[in-house]
């Protein structure tokens, strides 16, 4: 495709449901990053693919966050039992390689609010 | 202490001003430094990046970059309200960016 694509763009849950988000990166990257913007907390990390491996996973609140990417393409982040500080816009970027700073081009977020 | 600092703002400029962004940072490992516009209800994309310390320049934009104070600047020339958006700094480590909380802007005609 032409650009970063996420699913939904909105989504809206219960306290304590399981989300879905996903994230279709451009094709042919191999580098893919998931954010989470909060009001008035920037970006924040949460994690990194390298084709279908996650080297870097750091930025995972907790256990109730998890992520995978399938044929190096296509990413699911997953929330558990959602709680209401989950509510945030989440981002997925892709980049050409490892270490594609100059080249990371971003999605237009899935917002999610958790009631 | 964030690792990265980045007043708010907002900032309100009228059309044809000079505007200059600013973040702070604490880690001298950090290597890119790069800035980011959003706009409302989209991704972040990305305006300009540097490694070394210096001005780069493109346009109506420059980015300075001063490791010995651990200081970066993005400067607008001849700013339009197209440029309304909240500018976000972002500095490399390792694989990740390390963002800053980004400075909403407003150029009023």
């Known amino acids: 495709g032409a650009g970063v694509s996420q699913s939904p763009s909105n989504k809206v849950t219960e306290k304590g449901k399981d989300v879905e988000l996903r994230c279709d990166p451009i094709?042919?990257?191999?580098?893919l990053y998931w954010y989470r913007q909060s009001l008035g907390q920037g970006l924040e990390f949460l994690i990194y693919?390298?084709?279908?491996?996650?080297?870097?996973k750091s930025g995972l609140p907790s256990d109730r966050f998890s992520a995978e990417r399938t044929g190096g393409s296509v990413s699911t982040l997953t929330i558990q039992r959602t709680q209401q500080e989950d509510s945030a816009v989440y981002l997925c970027?892709?980049?050409?390689?490892?270490?594609?700073?100059?080249?990371?081009?971003f999605g237009p977020g899935t917002r999610l609010t958790v009631l | 202490q964030k690792e990265v600092e980045q007043d708010p703002g907002p900032l309100s400029v009228p059309e044809g001003a000079i505007v200059s962004l600013n973040c702070t940072y604490s880690?001298?490992?950090?290597?890119?430094f790069m800035w980011y516009r959003q706009y409302s209800r989209k991704g972040p994309e990305l305006l300009m990046y540097?490694?070394?310390?210096g001005n780069k320049e493109d346009g109506r934009f420059t980015a300075q970059v001063d490791k010995s104070s651990k200081y970066i600047s993005l400067f607008i020339r001849d700013s339009q309200p197209s440029d309304s958006a909240t500018y976000l700094c972002?500095?490399?480590?390792?694989?990740?960016?390390?963002f800053g909380t980004g400075t909403r802007l407003q150029v009023f005609p």
């Open positions: 970027a892709s980049g050409a390689g490892p270490f594609s700073y100059n080249e990371q081009f």
């Open positions: 094709s042919g990257h191999t580098a």
């Open positions: 693919f390298q084709g279908n491996s996650a080297p870097d």
């Open positions: 880690n001298s490992a950090f290597q890119y």
């Open positions: 540097t490694y070394s310390s």
């Open positions: 972002a500095m490399t480590i390792t694989d990740k960016l390390i």
